[in-house]
């Protein structure tokens, strides 16, 4: 089986390690350079042939979308899959934050990418998906995810959503429960078909 990886935004393949070390066992990996906006990342990831796709934050948006229009499973992690409620969202915190930094960003996206953009837009098409988000994240809520997995539920589609304690990126102290849930889903949904 082939895994295509994608990293957030200002991260890189080395700090998502904890994502791709699960997937090893199941097959091929690969994790490249990706920090491109959502749009763009979109049309690099579905040049690429893989056979499962996941990524974290902003690729975790790229991973949906993607997975959508492959017609492949994916695993997104803390991803804001309604953009234009990530803009709200980060609007509202002071402007020496990360969020508000985050905000100024998306507000340089036309609002028609935005949505064109936006994972939730594609929930009826996404077959099975595996959703982990954080109780405590900081930079995305994690209604977004429940609401993402609500809608594909919806659709039609398989959607199985972990809310655990952890921030928007996962600590070392979450590392070997999202390595079991991403391992148990992956023997239980895709290769017990």
């Known amino acids: 089986m082939k895994f295509l990886v994608i990293h957030g935004k200002g991260s890189s393949p080395e700090k998502i390690g904890w994502l791709i070390d699960p997937l090893k066992e199941f097959g091929e990996v690969y994790a490249p350079e990706f920090d491109l906006e959502v749009k763009e990342g979109v049309e690099k990831a579905l040049k690429i042939n893989f056979d499962c796709i996941a990524g974290h934050s902003r690729g975790g948006i790229i991973a949906l979308i993607t997975a959508a229009l492959k017609g492949t499973c994916v695993i997104s992690i803390s991803a804001p899959s309604d953009r234009i409620r990530q803009l709200k969202y980060?609007?509202?915190?002071?402007?020496?934050?990360?969020?508000?930094?985050?905000?100024?960003?998306?507000?340089?996206?036309?609002?028609?990418?935005?949505?064109?953009?936006?994972?939730?837009?594609?929930a009826n098409k996404i077959k099975k998906a595996l959703?982990?988000?954080?109780?405590?994240?900081?930079?995305?809520?994690?209604?977004?995810?429940?609401?993402?997995?609500?809608?594909?539920?919806?659709?039609?589609?398989?959607?199985?959503?972990?809310i655990i304690n952890m921030r928007?990126?996962?600590?070392?102290?979450?590392?070997?429960?999202?390595?079991?849930?991403i391992q148990r889903w992956i023997n239980t949904k895709i290769f017990s078909k």
């Open 168 to 181: 928007h990126s996962p600590g070392k102290s979450n590392e070997k429960e999202i390595k079991e849930i």
């Open 131 to 162: 959703l982990i988000h954080g109780e405590r994240d900081e930079i995305v809520e994690k209604e977004q995810s429940k609401l993402m997995c609500e809608e594909i539920g919806r659709n039609g589609g398989e959607c199985e959503l972990h």
């Open 90 to 122: 980060s609007s509202t915190f002071p402007k020496d934050t990360i969020q508000y930094r985050n905000y100024l960003d998306l507000l340089k996206i036309p609002e028609e990418e935005l949505k064109k953009y936006s994972a939730i837009n594609y």
